[in-house]
């Protein structure tokens, strides 16, 4: 019992450096490594309780968690990536109002692949759009709303040039 | 008489995510954080998971840890690589590398 209670205390000094990094990541990566870490503690807990207690709920609480840390993982990675790619949720913000945009124009076929969204996805999504930003084309530089796949209203014209 | 190896394995597993907890808060960028953070935090719930299954030798028990074993080792290596660009491509957009690149 007592060694449980050492590897309660080791799991929590653990939980405690992966809260630090959690709140305190200089970078949106950082955060979502600390999340990943708090899982793992979560899951070596529960497996503890279930030795403790000698239920075995526990033993499918932590393959829950399992599954549960490995879809947030990839949620949040893929969602942080998306964001720095078209510049919308996290990470630096590009201010100049053309900048994101050339950034996202230069980038080569094959990094836009890995974007992973699908590029018929991305293509239906610019055809359905086409016609409505025309009409607000005159919204000036101060006009950078994105849709929540992180790509900037006024990008469509390099994509169109480009395809 | 397996006990002893039990814990001993299960106090390995322990160290090996006190170990992974401390990568994560000493190591100076996010990619070689998101390194410490997922093939060491791995190693240590399988080797914990290991250890337990050794403590009680039950088979429901054992099938229990076993699917929780090819979950992580089915999972864990897809979320890494995801973490790992997501990380690549922060990094090249806070130092301006996509504007070249």
Known sequence: MSLSMLFVLIAGASALMGFYRL???P???DRVV?????FAVAIILSLTASWVSGRTVYL???IGLALVS?????????LIQVGAQGGGLGGKQVDAAGGGQDG?????PGDRRGAGWGDAKRDSRRDTRGDS?????????GDRRGDIWGHSQGSGQEQEVRS | MMDPIGWAICGLGSVLLLIAALGILRLPDALARQHAATKAVTLAVLVFALGIGLLARDPAWTWRLLALACILILTLPLASHALARAAMRERMQVSGLDQIL
Request: glycine share 10%; net charge negative.
């Open chain 1, 23 to 25: 709140l305190a990541g």
């Open chain 1, 60 to 62: 499918d609480v932590a």
């Open chain 1, 70 to 78: 490995s879809v947030a993982t990839l949620s949040w990675a893929r």
């Open chain 1, 104 to 108: 996202y124009q230069l980038r080569s």
């Open chain 1, 133 to 141: 930003r025309e009409q607000s084309q005159d919204g000036g530089p």
């Open chain 1, 34 to 38: 600390g999340l990943d870490i708090l």
């Open chain 1, 27 to 29: 970078t949106a990566t």
